[in-house]
């Protein structure tokens, strides 16, 4: 971490060739897999990542926190997803999202363990409105924290741990009336 703080410190200026690979090393596959929740498309995303770290090589003096230079990215990759769908008009597909696991919060356990379960999820998912669908892709399939979904997408913390809330409400009912759920009390399970 001391290297990355001495890489991305305040006195920034242009990076060498070592200090750009080791920065597309480190943040290709967060960027790509960011870019690639966006569009469902593996050529753009990889495009968009691509860009993404050429762009924070680029402009690495304006980074104002080291800290933060993953989710500085993440917000590069995202602008770089939606500019290339913009151009090729292309629509964002969700078709291959995995199901849910939330090892942070004291959340009941779920053991999917079967097709018809994980699809249950997935088209739970797909009911929420795609501000909600972000979130809750940020949150549990990119594992970020909540501090940092927050930065990611400029909105309060409160905000964003409202959203996943309601998301998984919204998915825990629709599980219930699947008949994925036991019942709609707090210890209820996947069946």
Known sequence: MAMLKNLFGKKRKALDKKQSKLLFL???????????????????????????????????????????IESWIKRIAVNNTIDIMRKHEKLVSL??????????????????????????ISRAIDS??????????????????????????????????SMIHRGKMIIKKKLVEEGHLESTDSKGGIK
Do not use: W
Not at 54 to 67: F, H, V, Y
Not at 138 to 147: A, F, G, H, P, T
């Open 95 to 120: 078709d291959n999202l995995l199901p849910i696991s939330d090892p942070a919060e004291n959340s009941p356990e779920y053991i999917i363990d079967s097709q018809e379960t994980v699809d249950a």
């Open 26 to 68: 480190l943040y290709f596959k967060t960027a790509y897999r960011t870019s690639y929740f966006y569009c469902g498309n593996k050529y753009i995303a990889e495009e968009a990542a691509q860009e993404a770290i050429l762009k924070a090589i680029q402009n690495i003096e304006q980074l104002i926190d080291p800290d933060k």
């Open 128 to 161: 929420l409105n795609p501000a909600m669908k972000q979130v809750i892709h940020l949150r549990y399939y990119e594992e970020m924290k909540m501090k940092d979904i927050s930065l990611l997408l400029n909105k309060p913390e409160g905000t964003i741990k």
